[in-house]
């Protein structure tokens, strides 16, 4: 199992980013995704997560309103939309897979635990 995040990079405080994360070896449609940051200094927090059929999202308060989780099954590719960036928003991203079995429905996975796969992390930096 592979999954390969990108998009980060050095951006201004109020701009936007897209973060990627590509999954490889796995039945993509079968797992729940989620992100997660790593600031300096911090503790690794999730920042947004979204269930195996896509009718649950999560969101931190800290990017409520400015981030957006979206999955797309034939791609097998998540996607974290990043806008209004600010400072604070400085850290590594990692995308987590969590396998979510059977057909009823299930919540997005918000804790750590519950990921079965990481992806290596992309750094996003926000420059004042």
């Known amino acids: 199992v592979q999954l390969q995040a990108s998009g980060g990079g050095l951006v201004q405080r109020g701009g936007s980013l897209r973060l990627s994360c590509a999954a490889s070896?796995?039945?993509?449609?079968?797992?729940?995704w989620g992100w997660f940051r790593q600031g300096p200094g911090k503790e690794r927090e999730a920042v947004a997560a979204?269930?195996?059929?896509?009718?649950?999202?999560y969101y931190a308060d800290s990017v409520k309103g400015r981030a957006a989780i979206s999955r797309d099954n034939f791609k097998n590719t998540v996607y974290l939309q990043l806008n209004s960036l600010k400072t604070e928003d400085t850290a590594v991203y990692y995308c987590?897979?969590?396998?979510?079995?059977?057909?009823?429905?299930?919540?997005?996975?918000?804790?750590?635990?519950?990921?079965?796969?990481w992806g290596q992390g992309t750094l996003v930096t926000v420059s004042s």
């Open positions: 979204v269930s195996r059929r896509g009718e649950d999202t």
């Open positions: 987590a897979a969590a396998f979510q079995p059977g057909t009823r429905s299930h919540p997005a996975a918000t804790q750590s635990h519950e990921y079965d796969y």
């Open positions: 070896g796995l039945t993509f449609s079968t797992y729940a």
